[in-house]
């Protein structure tokens, strides 16, 4: 079957604009995350949703970043008000359930703010 | 923040070598994952060990885990050029988290 998919695979865009990244996880997965990678650095978490609802949005570094997932399934994070320092890969992963199973990720969207 | 870190952060060895690389985390964990990637894109998870396992195989792969000392080690056998990519360990935190915390990665590479 399909795995995790994300589209753009790259976004280049000026600072102070808006952007959406999109995640379609695989079907029947009701975890949805996102993390976002730097150069050089490993993942870092930024938001987790079981099912609809967003369960954990502590890694939201401030309020210019939001996601939703209003069916369920497919997931946008929108970012106003791009900044340089946005720049990085966004990944998406989805899982079955909640807590220890593994997770399963997308090829990331590289975001890049001139 | 990340949660840990690996060691070594670079590592660089033959084809046929053995290459072992280490995760220290902080925090109490549900499980311990470890996972690939190539060119800075798309992970691709190797293998889960739970807090209640201390050792693990899968193919080339063994993982240990030593919840006394907070670490984890990651052992490739007969290495080929084909593994050549970062690799990170990723924490689950107990008590019903579900994020993952990556460490920064060592980046290993082959040379045939």
């Known amino acids: 079957g399909a795995g995790v998919s994300q589209t753009p695979s790259n976004k280049v865009t000026e600072k102070g604009k808006y952007v959406e990244l999109r995640c379609d996880p695989i079907?029947?997965?009701?975890?949805l995350y996102w993390y976002r990678q730097s150069l050089g650095q490993g993942p870092e978490f930024l938001i987790y949703?079981?099912?609809?609802?967003?369960?954990?949005d502590s890694g939201l570094p401030n309020d210019r970043f939001f996601a939703v997932r209003p069916e369920g399934s497919v997931s946008t994070l929108k970012i106003q008000r791009t900044e340089r320092g946005d720049s990085a890969v966004y990944l998406c992963?989805?899982?079955?359930?909640?807590?220890?199973?593994?997770?399963?990720f997308g090829p990331g969207t590289r975001l890049t703010v001139t | 923040s990340q949660q840990g870190e690996e060691d070594p952060q670079a590592l660089s060895i033959q084809e046929g070598e053995n290459a072992t690389m280490n995760c220290s985390y902080k925090?109490?964990?549900?499980?311990l994952q470890w996972y690939r990637q190539n060119s800075g894109r798309g992970l691709v998870h190797l293998i889960l060990?739970?807090?209640?396992?201390r050792e693990k195989h899968s193919g080339r792969l063994r993982v240990t885990l030593d919840t006394s000392k907070k670490s984890s080690s990651l052992l490739i056998t007969a290495s080929r050029a084909a593994d050549t990519a970062s690799y990170f360990c990723a924490t689950g935190p107990g008590g019903g988290y579900n994020k993952l915390i990556f460490g920064a990665g060592t980046r290993l590479a082959v040379h045939p």
């Open positions: 060990i739970r807090s209640n396992e």
């Open positions: 079907s029947g997965h009701t975890a």
């Open positions: 925090t109490s964990i549900n499980n």
């Open positions: 949703f079981q099912g609809t609802g967003a369960a954990d």
């Open positions: 992963a989805s899982s079955l359930d909640d807590g220890s199973s593994r997770q399963y």
